[in-house]
């Protein structure tokens, strides 16, 4: 049943996490920060997922700072962050509705995870739109400290 | 005026420059050659070196020509007066399922290319940052229109720049 965003309380805003150099150009976040993976293997509840942080107080900018794959900082570009009432816009407007979507998905190393979601049954077009429609959305990064 | 590219070439880089200045002289002479070729690399250098590591010759092929285009444009737009350095760079990424990425990055709005193997399937996008979500445009770069789109949509970042 659509819409998937579960009845639970959200906070205004949610990180999204900048692994490469790719996501971000001259100060602002690219498409190539929303890259979709619709393989059956990774649907999420028949959706793409992306994991942002829901941003429930300031602790969780640190925990995703932290955040290490392979050895390294996993988001070397930093943090975007986002107001969710933008994705609501979208989840709204003719053009995405019932495909975009978010929900909670905390895990052990980062209770304040999260997806941004966009159903398999979107067409090809809304696929490869979502991603620059979403990244526009951002309100600004907050960048690595420690380099 | 015709200026192709081929990003492996300086000279070529010379000449386009150079073709540019021929016979305006406003814009003549090697400085001003120079300075018109700089500003084109500064625009596409960041793409064409992404567009490096790209093994599709069918996405080389799509991305070079849309360079091409963007190339001419970039010309006839200093010819007549136009100030590039207000124009974003070009940037590109290959996304995690092959597809190729060309975006055109502003606060206030992003031009996308996004090229696949077959043609067809490549599209692009303008997406504007505001209150309602009716700018949002797209469409196929599959079909006959496709230099009158890359020219409107260059004609749009180089009036909102």
């Given at each position: 049943m659509w819409p998937l965003t579960p009845k639970m309380s959200y906070p205004d805003t949610f990180l999204r996490g900048l692994s490469t150099d790719d996501c971000v150009s001259d100060g602002i976040v690219s498409s190539a920060a929303f890259q979709l993976h619709?393989?059956?293997?990774?649907?999420r509840n028949g959706c793409a997922a992306s994991s942002v942080g829901w941003e429930d107080d300031g602790s969780v900018i640190d925990v995703m700072m932290r955040q290490e794959k392979d050895g390294e900082p996993q988001f070397k570009a930093g943090l975007a962050r986002f107001q969710r009432e933008s994705i609501d816009r979208l989840m709204k407007s003719p053009a995405f509705a019932r495909v975009l979507s978010y929900d909670r998905e905390p895990l052990v190393e980062n209770p304040y995870h999260g997806n941004l979601l966009v159903s398999s049954t979107a067409t090809k077009t809304q696929k490869r739109l979502l991603p620059g429609v979403i990244a526009t959305q951002y309100s600004e990064i907050i960048p690595r400290l420690d380099g | 005026m015709s200026a192709r590219w081929t990003y492996d070439s300086p000279i070529e880089r010379w000449n386009i420059a150079d073709a540019t200045s021929t016979g305006r002289q406003t814009y003549g002479g090697r400085f001003g050659a120079w300075y018109t070729n700089q500003e084109i690399l500064r625009i596409v250098g960041s793409l064409l070196k992404s567009l490096s590591e790209v093994s599709d010759p069918s996405i080389t092929e799509q991305v070079r020509d849309l360079v091409n285009?963007?190339?001419?444009?970039?010309?006839?737009?200093?010819?007549?007066?136009?100030?590039?350095?207000?124009?974003?760079?070009?940037?590109?990424?290959i996304l995690e399922d092959g597809a190729?990425?060309?975006?055109w990055l502003s606060h206030n709005y992003r031009v996308g290319f996004v090229f696949e193997t077959d043609p067809k399937d490549s599209m692009w996008y303008l997406v504007e940052k505001g209150e309602t979500l009716d700018q949002n445009k797209s469409g196929s770069l599959g079909n006959e229109d496709k230099q009158a789109i890359l020219r409107s949509l260059i004609a749009y970042v180089a009036s909102n720049s």
């Amino acid at each position: 049943m659509w819409p998937l965003t579960p009845k639970m309380s959200y906070p205004d805003t949610f990180l999204r996490g900048l692994s490469t150099d790719d996501c971000v150009s001259d100060g602002i976040v690219s498409s190539a920060a929303f890259q979709l993976h619709f393989e059956p293997h990774l649907l999420r509840n028949g959706c793409a997922a992306s994991s942002v942080g829901w941003e429930d107080d300031g602790s969780v900018i640190d925990v995703m700072m932290r955040q290490e794959k392979d050895g390294e900082p996993q988001f070397k570009a930093g943090l975007a962050r986002f107001q969710r009432e933008s994705i609501d816009r979208l989840m709204k407007s003719p053009a995405f509705a019932r495909v975009l979507s978010y929900d909670r998905e905390p895990l052990v190393e980062n209770p304040y995870h999260g997806n941004l979601l966009v159903s398999s049954t979107a067409t090809k077009t809304q696929k490869r739109l979502l991603p620059g429609v979403i990244a526009t959305q951002y309100s600004e990064i907050i960048p690595r400290l420690d380099g | 005026m015709s200026a192709r590219w081929t990003y492996d070439s300086p000279i070529e880089r010379w000449n386009i420059a150079d073709a540019t200045s021929t016979g305006r002289q406003t814009y003549g002479g090697r400085f001003g050659a120079w300075y018109t070729n700089q500003e084109i690399l500064r625009i596409v250098g960041s793409l064409l070196k992404s567009l490096s590591e790209v093994s599709d010759p069918s996405i080389t092929e799509q991305v070079r020509d849309l360079v091409n285009v963007f190339i001419e444009m970039l010309v006839q737009l200093k010819v007549s007066g136009y100030e590039m350095r207000n124009l974003p760079p070009l940037k590109g990424a290959i996304l995690e399922d092959g597809a190729f990425l060309a975006e055109w990055l502003s606060h206030n709005y992003r031009v996308g290319f996004v090229f696949e193997t077959d043609p067809k399937d490549s599209m692009w996008y303008l997406v504007e940052k505001g209150e309602t979500l009716d700018q949002n445009k797209s469409g196929s770069l599959g079909n006959e229109d496709k230099q009158a789109i890359l020219r409107s949509l260059i004609a749009y970042v180089a009036s909102n720049s």
